[in-house]
Every structure is written in C-alpha cells, then in structure tokens.
T-cell receptor, first 117, second 107 residues
Framework: EVQLVESGGGLVQPGGSLRLSCAASGFTFSSNDMHWVRQATGEGLEWVSG???????HYIDSVKGRFTISRENAKNSLYLQMNSLRAGDTAVYYCAKKVWGAGMDVWGQGTTVTVSS | DIQMTQSPSTLSASVGDRVTITCRASQSITNWLAWYQQKPGKAPKVLIFKASSLESGVPSRFSGSGSGTEFTLTISSLQPDDFATYYCQQYNSYPLTFGGGTKVEIK
C-alpha cells in the first residue's frame, strides 16, 4: 500500500524548533519529488517547501532561512526542520508525493504544529 | 509569485446539479494545473492534473478544462459524496500556489 506517515508535530513556544518526519512506503521514494503543505485551522492549503529527486529545493518566502527540507532516500524519509517558529506557523502539516507533470497524488494524514506560549 | 483566484468561494447546490468552479491564474501557467477535493479533517485528494487529465480512480463526472490563465472544474451531476471543498493548484513555477478554495454545500 502506498502510504505517507508524518510525525513530529506538537506544541512549541515562539522561537522554538521542531523537526517533522514523513515515512514513505509502497513506492520508489527516491524517484519522486516530495513536498510539505500546511493548513491553518479553517484556512486554505499553503505549499511550504519541496525537494526534487536531484536534491533541488524550494521554499515559500515566509519560511526561508527558518525551515530546512531534506530527504534520506535510504530510509524512505522526508524531513522538515523548523526553527524560529512563529504563531503564524501553527497549522496541520502534510507531506505529499508529486509525480513530474501531475498533481500531488499521495498525501499523509498530517501532523499538527502549534506555536504558542 | 503566481496568484490563483477561485470563484465562487461558496456554492450551494443540490444532488444531481451540474456544478462549475473557476480558477484564474495571475499569469499563464499553460496547463500545469491540478484540482483537489478536501473533506473536513482529511488530507486533500487529487482529482484532475494537467488541467484536464482525470486522476486514476476518480469518477468520470469530474472534468477539467482550460489553459493559460482560465480553468474550470465541472461536476456533471453532483453526488452526496461530492460535498466538500475544492482547490486548484498551479505547478508551473515555484512557489507552488493554491487557490483559496470553493466550498460546495448542500442547498
């Protein structure tokens, strides 16, 4: 079964750090672009970051310099290191797989990040 | 950044209705557009990619059209399972961007 499972979310104070993980199974992880998408409560979807099969990396402006995306193909895992967290980063974070030329066809169940004092 | 504008933001419809949702890009994205359906508390599910290609397993009542800057998602005959929020997304260039969403409600 093709599956993505996120972990690592939680409650953190402003300025704190969290590391999200996404464990992939059921497909060739190394052959797919991977992305993080977030959604604040009651709000729409916001793409956060993506990493390609060749290691090319992209971020939304609001997280540049604070978040770092990485992948470990040997472990079929995607990560998002989040530093200097702000209240505005509070959201459910989804990891998603994307095939070139197509949409994000597999999503995890999401992990909740709450930034609050 | 490419801005994606969806309309309407909310749509009230009945089972059996034909429903159309529009998505406009702030600049041309050729046909690099996907549509997603999201239900409360669940992850999004891709319906359409490359503007008009139906994702495997998605019912044929869903269809997409358009190119350049104007796109539409059509549900030919609304079913009870289709009441949800729909998002368009461009993947022509980074940052990837989503439309604001269209909530399809029961009339």
């Amino acid at each position: 079964e093709v599956q993505l499972v996120e972990s690592g979310g939680g409650l953190v104070q402003p300025g704190g750090s969290l590391r999200l993980s996404c464990a992939a199974s059921g497909f060739t992880f190394s052959s797919n672009d991977m992305h993080w998408v977030r959604q604040a409560t009651g709000e729409g979807l916001e793409w956060v970051s993506g990493i390609g099969t060749t290691g090319d990396i992209h971020y939304i402006d609001s997280v540049k310099g604070r978040f770092t995306i990485s992948r470990e193909n040997a472990k079929n895992s995607l990560y998002l290191q989040m530093n200097s967290l702000r209240a505005g980063d509070t959201a459910v974070y989804y990891c998603a797989k994307k095939v070139w030329g197509a949409g994000m066809d597999v999503w995890g169940q999401g992990t909740t990040v709450t930034v609050s004092s | 950044d490419i801005q994606m504008t969806q309309s309407p933001s909310t749509l009230s419809a009945s089972v059996g209705d034909r429903v159309t949702i529009t998505c406009r890009a702030s600049q041309s994205i050729t046909n690099w557009l996907a549509w997603y359906q999201q239900k409360p508390g669940k992850a999004p599910k891709v319906l359409i990619f490359k503007a008009s290609s139906l994702e495997s397993g998605v019912p044929s009542r869903f269809s997409g059209s358009g190119s350049g800057t104007e796109f539409t998602l059509t549900i030919s005959s609304l079913q009870p399972d289709d009441f949800a929020t729909y998002y368009c997304q461009q993947y022509n260039s980074y940052p990837l961007t989503f439309g604001g969403g269209t909530k399809v409600e029961i009339k």
